[in-house]
């Protein structure tokens, strides 16, 4: 290895998949501090921008409960039987503490392979957690408590090289009526906390330039090129740019829905901001996809697809794979498969995952620091602590793949 010019042995180790990498810090010192120097790890983070890695949690008994699962190893074939293919899964251990949420359900706030644990419940703790090294960061709680939850999201800032957390909410600024101290009577106005991991604590930033009051349900934000998007139903986007921590507003007025009657979800997929509609018919769901095209002042959104699907229960867009030009959607028990050029279908099952919910989670190498760290401070020769960078032993498990035509 030693005739490989370095800088083609960092180009090798950015192509693979982070659980590899992770894995291959004990093939030698060089590696090791390769791939943890934290130019790396951003590299390959940039890498994994257009991954279709699933994190996949299994409902109901059975352990482990969570899998990650690189569908872009599938292959696509018309010749398809019920013999299956074979796909390596990462099973990955749920994180159990006492002071830290555990993640119920999927999806989840999440940023580059990063989980924001949030409940709803405004006493608990929340925590950023990496499935992949285990590695977690629990949040203190803010200093004045809220009313209610709005929306949260977690984003990285890239001029300051730090990951953000955001809450939207509501407090109390007290009684409209001076002679009644009943809860009844109290006015509530908004807020936007904002924690830097970096930092350490939370902060007021400006106000929202709507009054997101009885307008947003308890959304995830999706981060696209440092900037957090939640969906305002029927009314536009909500963007906040991590590096100036300000709002800007998009009205959804160029886009041309098909029906009144609609559902609408934003995704951060493959790096750009995509917005799909759905409405239910007599026949199934009818999908229409919308990609944000940053740099276009005069109707920014340009359609993607256009499809519909034949079932009962709304399914949920989890991935876009443009090289194969195929959109990923889930359902109870597995996966649509739409090539949005020929609008075929393909249903796809995993043997055993039975009741499922899923999203993109690509692998990530970042190590968290600070208060919950799972990774322990160790002394040096020189009397400093540091973090003691280990190597965990992780099963690959095998999962069989059923693919086949949809009716």
């Known amino acids: 290895m030693s005739d490989i010019p370095s800088e083609l042995h960092r ?3 950015l192509s693979l998949p982070a659980d590899s990498l992770f894995r291959f810090r004990s093939v030698c010192k060089e ?16 890498n994994q ?4 890695t699933l994190l996949i949690k299994k409902e109901g008994p059975g352990s482990p409960p969570l899998y990650l699962i690189d569908f872009d190893s599938l292959e696509f074939t018309d010749d398809l039987n ?22 119920e359900s999927l999806p989840e706030n999440s940023c580059n392979g990063l989980i924001l644990l949030s409940p709803f419940d405004l006493n608990k703790n929340w925590a950023v957690w990496n499935p992949l090294t285990g590695d977690y960061h629990q949040l203190p709680l803010p200093e004045y408590p809220a009313y209610y939850l709005m929306a949260a999201g977690i984003g990285y800032d890239h001029v300051c090289d730090d990951y953000k957390v955001v809450r939207l909410e509501t407090f ?4 409209d009526d001076d002679d009644d101290d009943d809860d009844d009577d109290d006015k509530y106005t908004c807020r936007t906390l904002l924690y830097s991991l970096k930092l350490g604590s939370w902060k007021q930033i ?7 009051l009885g307008r947003l349900k308890y959304v995830n934000g999706v981060c696209v090129n440092g900037e957090l998007h939640w969906c305002v139903h029927l009314y536009g986007v909500l963007t906040l740019d991590l590096v100036t921590e300000e709002y800007r507003w998009t009205f959804l007025d160029p886009v041309p829905f098909p029906e009144e009657n609609i559902d609408l979800d934003l995704d951060a997929i493959s790096g750009s901001l995509i917005l799909t509609s759905n409405y239910f018919t007599s026949t199934g769901y009818h999908f229409d996809g919308w990609v944000w095209q940053e740099y276009i002042v005069e109707n920014p959104w340009k359609k993607l697809f256009s499809f519909h699907l034949n079932c009962s229960k709304k399914p949920r867009l989890v991935a876009y794979m443009k090289n194969k030009k195929k959109v990923t959607l889930q359902h109870d028990d597995g996966f649509f498969w739409v090539d949005i050029e020929s609008n075929s279908v393909k249903l796809v099952t995993v043997d055993g995952l039975i009741g499922i919910s899923s999203q993109v989670c690509p ?8 208060h919950g760290s799972t990774s322990k401070p160790v002394s040096t020769s020189t009397g400093v602590k540091r973090k003691r960078k280990q190597t965990k032993k992780r099963t690959i498990t095998r999962l069989k793949i059923h693919i086949r035509n949809e009716s």
């Open 11 to 13: 180009q090798i180790l």
């Open 31 to 46: 590696w090791c501090r390769l791939i943890d120097d934290p130019s790396f790890v951003k590299a390959h983070i940039q």
């Open 49 to 52: 921008v257009s991954s279709s």
């Open 82 to 103: 019920d013999d299956g293919q074979m796909i390596e899964a990462i099973p990955v251990k749920q994180l159990v503490r006492l002071d830290v949420p555990r993640l």
């Open 172 to 175: 109390s600024v007290g009684d």
């Open 206 to 212: 400006m106000d929202s330039p709507i009054d997101f």
């Open 363 to 370: 692998g990530s190498l970042y190590r968290l620091e600070g």
